[in-house]
């Protein structure tokens, strides 16, 4: 694999998960009440437990998805063009 391609797979990744985090938050803010009497059958939290759990898991993916998608394809896309990976074992 070269890094033009592993690139392209690292864009893809980053694409990918930007738009589940989006509808992720969709949800959270447009259907809010249904996820929480959803949630509720199972677990027992208040309302503001409920937005915070969330709250933290959207701000953990969204640092995750910065971290291990979008850092190493600018790292790679600093590197430039033309380079290959050394080979693995």
Do not use: E
């Amino acid at each position: 694999m070269d890094l033009t391609d592993l690139k392209g797979a690292l864009l893809w990744c980053t694409l990918f998960n930007y738009l589940f985090l989006l509808l992720w938050a969709g949800l959270f803010i447009l259907a809010r009440d249904w996820m929480y009497r959803l949630h509720g059958r199972w677990f027992r939290l208040t309302p503001q437990t409920f937005d915070a759990l969330h709250y933290a898991g959207l701000a953990f993916y969204k640092v995750t998805i910065l971290f291990f998608n979008l850092v190493p394809w600018l790292a790679l896309s600093l590197i430039g063009r033309g380079h290959s990976l050394p080979p693995c074992g």
